[in-house]
T-cell receptor, first 110, second 115 residues
Framework: QKEVEQNSGPLSVPEGAIASLNCTYS??????FFWYRQYSGKSPELIMS????GDKEDGRFTAQLNKASQYVSLLIRDSQPSDSATYLC??????????FGTGTSLTVIP | DAGVIQSPRHEVTEMGQEVTLRCKPI?????LFWYRQTMMRGLELLIY????????DSGMPEDRFSAKMPNASFSTLKIQPSEPRDSAVYFC?????????????FGPGTRLTVL
């Protein structure tokens, strides 16, 4: 079982819709969770971090964490074509190890 | 402000040759991370340093890989001898004191092709 799993997609949503990206992790004791965005041919950039159960909002982005289900998600409201990218979930686990998922490719259709 | 600087941006070499990748972290950052990204395996942490000291190198795939950080402003990742399966994009990232993995800033990457 992989430490962090994501649906590779591609996920396509129309402009203005809500994009929902999901991630599961295997280490139940993990405490830190991150979402990175990576445009094609570019480096990853951090967009959200979350440490507690519940929702965390930042502009059009909302991260949701459910530790009981070992599940973290990212919602993008009012999706724009500029949001088209690969979204990487990352987890810092109890063994002080840091893992990325393989990413979900998102395409926002104008 | 200059971000993380990596060189070279592209490297093409032949199997068996030595490859050295270079990274200059953001000034004031005290943690440095080396990653490798491939389509098959995604983004993998190879090694990270804190205050120039290697903390965890469990991600280094084998003895052909080595990394050094002789000072706060420079790190190298060396592959000797290189093999075609080492072809990947190698990223360096750095973070501020006290933030560790929580606020990493990535460099532009080095695309390595081993023929």
């Amino acid at each position: 079982q992989k430490e962090v799993e994501q649906n590779s997609g591609p996920l396509s949503v129309p402009e203005g819709a809500i994009a929902s990206l999901n991630c599961t992790y295997s280490d139940r004791g993990s405490q830190s969770f991150f979402w990175y965005r990576q445009y094609s041919g570019k480096s990853p950039e951090l967009i959200m971090s979350i440490y507690s159960n519940g929702d965390k909002e930042d502009g059009r982005f909302t991260a949701q964490l459910n530790k009981a289900s070992q599940y973290v998600s990212l919602l993008i409201r009012d999706s724009q074509p500029s949001d088209s990218a690969t979204y990487l979930c990352a987890v810092f686990n109890t063994g002080n190890q840091f893992y990325f998922g393989t990413g979900t490719s998102l395409t926002v259709i104008p | 402000d200059a971000g993380v600087i990596q060189s070279p941006r592209h490297e093409v070499t032949e199997m068996g040759q030595e490859v050295t990748l270079r990274c200059k972290p953001i000034s004031g950052h005290n943690s440095l991370f080396w990653y490798r990204q491939t389509m098959m395996r995604g983004l993998e942490l190879l090694i990270y340093f804190n205050n120039n000291v290697p903390i965890d190198d469990s991600g280094m795939p084998e003895d052909r890989f080595s990394a050094k950080m002789p000072n706060a402003s420079f790190s190298t990742l060396k592959i000797q001898p290189s093999e075609p399966r080492d072809s990947a994009v190698y990223f360096c990232a750095s973070s501020l004191p006290g933030t560790g993995f929580n606020e990493q800033f990535f460099g532009p990457g080095t695309r390595l092709t081993v023929l």
